[in-house]
Structure formats: C-alpha cells, structure tokens
C-alpha cells in the first residue's frame, strides 16, 4: 500500500494522499517497515495537490484579467476599419475666400425651436481649432472644432450653443452596424427639425468639383469625427452627428471637428447599450439628453 501510495502521488496526487494515510495507519497497526515510503509518498501528493490548486487560481485569474482587459480596450483599437476598407477623407487644401461669406438663407420649413440665424458674411478662421462642449445626462462630450476647415459650419454651432438651442434636446438617432454615430441636434426629435434656415457644405464636400464621381464614393469618417447631418448638399442646419467607430459615407457631410477621449467613453458608454428596438438604427435604448453646448 505504501508503494501504491507513492506511485498515485505522482500520477493522481489526491489517491496517492488517500492511500498515503491508509499506508500509514495500516502500517501503525502492523508494525511492518515502509513508513518513509508511505510518508513520501503524502508529502508528494500534497505538494502535487497544492501546485494543482497553484495552477488553477493562476488560470482563473488570467482569464478573467484577459477578460476585463478586452472589456475595457479602447474601442479605437477594437474597431477600426482595416487599411484600404475605404478611402481616407482628403488633404485639406484651403480656398482663398474660406469663410469669406457665410450665408444663412431660411427654409420654407418653420424652425422646431425657435433661432436666429447666425452672423453672415466673413468669420475668421483662426485660430483653427476651437474648444466646445455638450453636457448630456449620460455624461460630458468635449468637442475641438475646426475653425480653420468649416468656418461657416463652426460659426453656426457656436451661434447655436449661445442661443441655447441644443439645451434639453434629445439625440434622436443611434447607428450600431456598419455607420457608427449618435445624432443630435434636433429639437424636435424625429430627424426633421432643424433652425429654420440652412448653409452650404464645406470641408470635405468642397475639396471636389461638382461633376466628380468621387464625391459619391464613401470615404472613412474616423472615430472621434464631429461632422454635420444634412438631407443634401446645402441643407445644414442643426443636426450633426458624433462618429464612434470608423464609418463610410461619401463625403457629402461637412466635418467640423473631433470628440476628446471623455467624450468617446460617454458616446462608447451610449453605444454600449444598443437601439430601442434592437436593430442597428433608431432611437438610443437609453434615452440621451443634451443639457447644455457651450463654446469653452
């Protein structure tokens, strides 16, 4: 029994702890040698045991470390669209009268909330990033935006934000599958509100002549990517929507600056828990509220 002892602590250490202790007690009232034996063969299975349960705590731990590292990997890296998925948005190239006449003509839509068109004429374009914020009940989305690419678009924001107009407004639109945003900016909730005037596109839409085809080929709006909804090219007005994951659309929608990395884990966090109605297009599942823009 002592040797069975010895050789099931190697093999299956808890039958060589079992026999191990019956070794013993059998040896205990015989009187026969093979003590050391049996004892060696204890001490074997309990180590053995021991670095089992060793190895099994390490595993559990790893796995759920691996787990929670996935969880919380930033979502850029997690979705990204893979090299030569689609176009990248083009170079910049400035037009000498950028911002030299911004015009706010009104629609023959009434405004869902009343607004004054913004200053038209010349705005300046530095300097070329501007620092806004919205506050929303699901937590804060600091914004850059690009006054030095979409002066006009930037300028109609901030006239906006002044107004109050975007305050206790809801985002109306979630996109999950491969367009990935929340959209915002209509007081009315339903996707056709707007100020009650519009503007023309800029940038990337005026960075090509009119009758080329490219500007019907969709291009990657990165995440983080601030840019304006429209029902057309000309057809701004308060509505914008905030890029999550990297997105295709054609180049018809004006960027006008980036989301901070607080604001990609609200709209993460806002993603997270999916559409209303379960499909990739709707209204948000939990509801989001703009509480207030500012421009900081």
Do not use: W
Request: charged fraction near 15%; glycine fraction near 10%.
């Amino acid at each position: 029994m002592a040797v069975a002892a010895l050789v099931s602590s190697v093999l299956f250490a808890p039958l060589g702890i079992v026999f191990g202790h019956i070794s013993l007690s059998q040896l205990k009232r015989s009187g026969e040698q093979g003590r050391g034996v049996a004892i060696t063969g204890l001490v074997i299975g309990y180590v053995m045991t021991a670095l089992a349960l060793v190895a099994v705590v390490l595993t559990v731990v790893f796995a759920v470390i691996v787990v929670k590292a996935a969880e919380n990997m930033p979502r850029q890296e997690r979705y990204t669209a893979s090299p030569g998925a689609g176009q990248e948005l083009p170079a910049f190239m400035p037009s000498q009268n950028l911002g030299a006449n911004c015009q706010y003509p009104a629609t023959t839509e009434p405004a869902a909330k009343r607004a004054t068109p913004p200053r038209t004429g010349t705005v300046p374009t530095q300097p070329a990033t501007v620092p806004a914020g919205i506050l929303t009940d699901r937590g804060s989305i600091g914004l850059k935006l690009a006054n030095d690419r979409a002066p006009c678009t930037v300028n109609n924001f901030a006239s906006l934000a002044g107004q109050g107009f975007f305050d206790g407004t809801q985002c109306h639109r979630l996109t999950t599958g491969d367009l990935a945003t929340l959209q915002c900016g209509d007081p009315s909730a339903t996707g056709t509100g707007g100020p009650g005037y519009r503007f023309p596109n800029e940038y990337p839409t005026n960075q090509y002549r009119l009758s080329d085809p490219a500007v019907q080929q969709p291009v990657v709006y990165p995440r983080g990517t601030v840019a304006m909804a429209n029902a057309g090219p000309g057809t701004n007005g308060s509505q914008f929507f905030l890029v999550y994951e990297d997105s295709l659309l054609p180049p018809t929608y004006t960027v006008f600056g980036t989301v901070d990395k607080t604001g990609l884990a609200t709209l993460d966090a806002i993603a997270d828990d999916g559409v209303a109605d379960g499909s990739h297009d709707g209204k948000p599942a939990t509801p989001v509220t703009i509480k207030s823009a500012s421009m900081d």
